[in-house]
Nanobody, 117 residues
Framework: QVQLVESGGGLVQPGGSLRLSCAAS????????MGWYRQAPGKERELVAR???????DYGDSVMGRFTISRDNAKNAVYLQMNSLKPEDSAVYYC???????????WGKGTLVTVSS
């Protein structure tokens, strides 16, 4: 079993920055993809960014050039640096890990990001 705990959400003004963190615990195998998804009210959950061990990251089109994902394999952690935030970035952000060995997806409970003046 895998547990994911997100932190770092909050209220920020447009143009500001936030850094989200996600710590994973449990049976984390080395070959995995860790990432961030978000869901705004009335909208479907969408990919923000994800990164597989040893590979380049993928980004959603709407965050390309503004957000940066990184991971620390030693800590089983993934981070999301969000810059130049816009009101449309407001959403609940969910940490995700996909374990290729198990073929299983795991989700955190989410952290709320609100971009507003």
């Amino acid at each position: 079993q895998v547990q994911l705990v997100e932190s770092g959400g909050g209220l920020v003004q447009p143009g500001g920055s936030l850094r989200l963190s996600c710590a994973a615990s449990g049976s984390i195998f080395s070959d995995n993809t860790m990432g961030w998804y978000r869901q705004a009210p009335g909208k479907e959950r969408e990919l923000v960014a994800r990164i597989r061990s040893g590979r380049d990251p993928d980004y959603g089109d709407s965050v390309m050039g503004r957000f940066t994902i990184s991971r620390d394999n030693a800590k089983n952690a993934v981070y999301l640096q969000m810059n130049s935030l816009k009101p449309e970035d407001s959403a609940v952000y969910y940490c995700n890990v996909f374990l290729y060995r198990e073929g299983m997806n795991y989700w955190g409970k989410g952290t709320l990001v609100t971009v507003s003046s």
